[in-house]
């Protein structure tokens, strides 16, 4: 692996991350926040892959299906919530629980 | 330079970019499932199948299923998308399936580096490392996953006994 990969693979973890973090600020819907969340998680596993593969150690793989447990824990949790919310939230806005709609 | 994984990236930014700025969850679930292929070629590049794989058995095909489910039980959608929906992300994973044909028949070498120092990490050193020093981590993950089974079946469920949503300790 060559430093330029490196740097680009890197660089792509960033922008993602990045990307879910300005999602999650920007997007008032419920399930988009919970998108964004993915997406920043899906950023973080991929930044430890390519560290595993940088120093060709399986840990990075290691720790990256540990994080897809804790994105399948938060995701059933997350939208067992959404779907309780549901009938009581229109289009499930956030800025609505804050005013007292829910 | 590795082509593949530059490709890849380029790839995965635009469906993520794609993905926050989509009106309606459908469509963006879409583009998210093109996202994690990108990010799957991006990581079989790196040489971590073992990873690639799981990012599309997992994630693509687990975790975005149970959100298209909550999103269409939800119901606040509208009409299911039309064809045209699946125009921007057929496009995104045609040039996916182009590099991964062309990884697979034209440069094999391209898939698992050799000769770098640091070749692929086979599925066998990760399944050593999991179930080896690592091996209480993945009990503690099997009480996560209960945790969040329980969790989600109690907030989810109705019975009439209860006040709504669940909200019993």
């Known amino acids: ?31 988009f926040m919970l998108l964004c ?11 430890f892959i390519v560290a595993g593969a940088r120093w060709g150690r399986p840990e990075g793989q290691t720790m990256f299906i540990f994080l897809l447990v804790t994105a399948a824990a938060e995701v059933a949790v997350g939208l067992a919530l959404i779907l309780a919310l549901s009938g009581r939230l229109k289009d499930l806005d956030a800025d609505e629980m804050r005013s007292g709609g829910a | 330079m590795n082509a593949l994984l530059a490709i890849a990236a380029l790839v995965a ?23 994690f292929f990108a990010l799957a070629v991006a990581m079989l590049s790196l ?31 509208g009409p299911v998308p039309g ?27 391209l898939l698992a580096p050799a000769g770098s120092p640091t070749a692929a990490v086979s599925p066998k050193e990760v399944g050593l490392a999991l179930f080896g020093p690592y091996a209480v981590c993945v ?9 969040g089974l329980v969790g989600a079946y109690h907030i989810g469920r109705r019975d009439p006994g209860s006040r709504p949503g669940g909200g019993k300790t």
């Open chain 1, 37 to 47: 969340a993915e997406i920043m998680l899906n950023a973080a596993g991929f930044a």
């Open chain 2, 139 to 147: 009990e503690i993950a099997a009480f996560l996953l209960l945790s």
């Open chain 2, 47 to 77: 040489g971590a199948a073992f990873a690639a794989a799981l990012e599309v058995v997992v994630y693509a095909g687990a975790i975005l299923v149970l959100f298209v489910f909550v999103v269409m039980m939800i119901g606040s959608e």
């Open chain 1, 1 to 31: 692996m060559s430093a330029q990969d490196l740097e680009i693979a890197l660089a792509l973890a960033a922008a993602l991350f990045v990307i879910g973090l300005a999602g999650m600020i920007a997007r008032r819907s419920l399930v």
């Open chain 2, 13 to 35: 930014v635009a469906s993520t970019m794609a993905v926050v700025l989509q009106r309606r969850a459908v469509h963006a679930l879409l583009y998210l499932i093109v996202s």
């Open chain 2, 83 to 109: 064809p045209k929906a699946w125009i921007g992300p057929a496009c995104l994973s045609v040039v996916l399936l182009g590099e991964l044909a062309y990884a697979f028949f034209a440069a094999p070498g």
